[in-house]
């Protein structure tokens, strides 16, 4: 497709999911579980393949191995894309579809924030027919087609087109604020504003004209930055009066950095009745593949849930989202919350929002009726 010629799609996925407590203990934020079928970062991975690019670079920090390895055998079998691994995919692609067992020693400083990760892997993201930059998340819950947005960004000969949402305003406070004027071009980008003036948000994916993007990380590398692109680079952008568009995201989007978030987009995901399969529809099933799954609206001991096929129910679900695998004792219930794959509910155990871990871990959810920032329709 023409108009993917030249953008190189960025991933990152550099985080440690520590403000998600006990659902982020051990585990890789971008591989946390979600909707029953797959795993956070496999969503932005969907949306890069179904959009027509070829391949997507990982810049990641945190036990990167380990995602690495993950991501190999997930989705590079798949023909016609593939998830590039920087200064160790040459050991990737020679393992064909094992993995290496031995990989390039690190070299460079560890990242600091999300336009460190840019600027220290800058060899393996700019480059000759590298015109436009897609800078993707790993832990974003939504299905998009990234075409528009590029051809739209290229139509307007802009410097950063960044994608947008308009959400209640007092959720903005969570978020990166943006305001436009009456052309389109952005006036005012403020991550996190204690007092919001706008009810529009970066959505957190945008493509960066090359270029610009690697003259502007180079100017600010070494300075007293906080090495964030929203932080850093847009405000800098911005007030260099570089030209910056905006393009209007509709439909579901989620950031799940928390586990109330986490906890939240999942109960939307149940309360969609029918429609419950729409924001993961299409989506590779990453975990336990053949397993189907289906929401309930009454039957068997299920009410109004997203369950698997191979569920064994003696007590009663409830406005729930259940995993592959997972065992509901006699008599036990489980009411508003997320059943994580292989977990046992005990006979008699009542859990109300909440997360159960594999290993039957209960993580409890506070005030989850309040907690609506993560989730937006």
Known sequence: MAEREGVRAVLLAGGEGRRMGSLGAGRL???????????????????????????????????????????????????????????????????????????????????????????????????????????????????YD????????????????????????????LFGMVRFDDDGRLTEFVEK?????????????????????????????????????????????????????????????????????????HLTLAAAGPRAALPSERMPRTIRPEVDRGWVADASGVVASLVPADLVNEGRVEHSVLFPGVRVGAGARVRRSVVLPGAVIRPGQDIDSAVVLENGHVQRVEDTAAVMEGTRT
Request: hydrophobic share 40%; glycine share 10%; proline share 5%.
């Open 29 to 143: 934020k971008p591989l946390v579980p979600y909707g029953g079928t797959c795993r956070l970062i496999d969503f932005s991975l969907h949306n890069a393949r179904a959009s027509g690019l070829g391949e997507v670079l990982l810049l990641s920090q945190y036990e990167e191995r380990r995602l690495m390895d993950d991501l190999h055998r997930v989705w590079n079998r798949q023909a016609g894309f593939r998830v590039r691994f920087g200064p160790y995919d040459d050991a990737y692609r020679a393992a064909g579809g094992a993995l290496p067992g031995e990989l390039p020693e690190r070299t460079w400083p560890a990242e600091r924030g999300t336009a460190d990760a840019l600027i220290r892997k800058a060899a393996h993201v700019f480059g000759p027919g590298r015109e436009q930059v897609l800078v993707l998340h790993a832990d974003h819950v939504y299905r």
């Open 146 to 173: 990234y075409g528009p947005l590029i051809a739209e960004h290229r139509a307007s000969g802009a410097a950063l087109t960044v994608a947008y949402q308009r959400i209640e305003r007092r959720w903005v406070h």
């Open 193 to 265: 504003p204690a007092e919001p003036t706008s009810d529009l948000v970066f959505a957190a994916f945008c493509v960066f004209d090359a270029e610009v993007l690697h003259r502007y990380l180079e100017k600010l590398d070494g300075t007293g930055w906080q090495h964030d692109i929203s932080r850093d680079v847009i405000p800098a952008m911005l007030a260099a009066g570089e030209h910056i568009r905006g393009h209007e995201v509709a439909g579901h989007w989620a950031d799940i950095g928390t586990v109330e978030r986490y906890h939240r987009a």
